[in-house]
């Protein structure tokens, strides 16, 4: 059993900043891939961060301004989020490979 355990979400003004984290504990076999997807309300599911090893890769509309981190010590993935906007706002989820998924942690960024 693998528990993927995220925190630092809220509510921000936008230009503002927050820092996920999402701690991972449990039968782990492999912490290769790990990253953050997005649900907005009534949307799909969408990619954010991914990072596996040395490599980071991002959605369009999050380049430049998240920057996916490791300590892979803690088994600790992290999303600093920065010049935030109001259509980042919905519900962050922290994601294992290949199938582990946090329970979600709501941001919400004000006009």
């Known amino acids: 059993q693998v528990q993927l355990v995220e925190s630092g979400g809220g509510l921000v003004q936008a230009g503002g900043s927050l820092r996920l984290s999402c701690a991972a504990s449990g039968r782990i076999f492999n912490i290769n891939f790990m990253g953050w997807y997005r649900q907005a309300p009534g949307s799909q599911r969408e990619s954010v961060a991914i990072i596996s090893g040395g490599s980071t890769d991002y959605a369009d509309s999050v380049k430049g301004r998240f920057t996916i981190s490791r300590d892979n010590a803690k088994n600790t993935v992290y999303l600093q989020m920065n010049s935030l906007k109001p259509e980042d706002t919905g519900v962050y989820y922290c994601?294992?490979?290949?199938?582990?998924w946090g329970q979600g942690t709501q941001v919400t960024v004000s006009s």
């Open positions: 994601w294992l490979a290949p199938n582990h």
